[in-house]
């Protein structure tokens, strides 16, 4: 069972990797660091937040997120905008190729969730999905 595990994560992980290569290509996505990629999801997912908001949802330094950030300004996927309430506080979001990375991402783990369900009976598919349900919690959870 170990050894069954083990073999099925590390080709998870390349065939992973193999799909952002081949999305990658064309929206910048392979060329990304995976931190880069974090801030990235935490952005699109929070909707213009902080640097304080992506740092708490990352759960790391507000310093480190500020780099980050600052990169992928440099790089075109996001942007930063002053508060017209407070004019000490910066709101992050995505340009159009910083959604195009988020989209291509989803597009990337649909295709490859597909590959897995079609591999699959309907019990086997209903028992995988049951399976990871419980692996998302216990991993949400340390």
């Known amino acids: 069972m170990d050894e069954l595990l083990l073999a099925f994560i590390d080709t998870l992980d ?3 990797k193999k799909l952002r290569m081949e999305v990658g290509d064309n929206s910048g996505f392979a060329k990304l660091t995976i931190h880069q990629l974090q801030y990235i999801d935490a952005i699109g997912a929070l909707s ?19 780099n980050g950030v600052n990169k992928l300004i ?33 597009r990337a783990l649909q295709d490859y969730g ?6 699959l009976s309907a ?3 209903r028992q995988f999905e ?13």
Do not use: C, M, W
Not at 49 to 63: F, R, S
Not at 114 to 119: A, D, T
């Open 14 to 16: 390349i065939s992973l």
């Open 74 to 106: 440099s790089l075109g996927y996001v942007a930063k905008n002053q508060s017209s309430e407070d004019k000490r506080v910066y709101h992050v979001s995505l340009t159009s190729a910083g959604e195009q990375i988020v989209f291509a991402k989803y």
């Open 48 to 66: 213009h937040p902080t640097i304080t908001q992506v740092a708490e949802k990352l759960q790391i330094t507000k310093a480190s997120v500020t």
């Open 130 to 142: 049951l399976i990871l349900e419980k692996l998302v919690h216990l991993f949400e959870g340390s």
């Open 114 to 119: 597909e590959f897995i369900r079609s591999s």
């Open 123 to 125: 019990e086997e598919a």
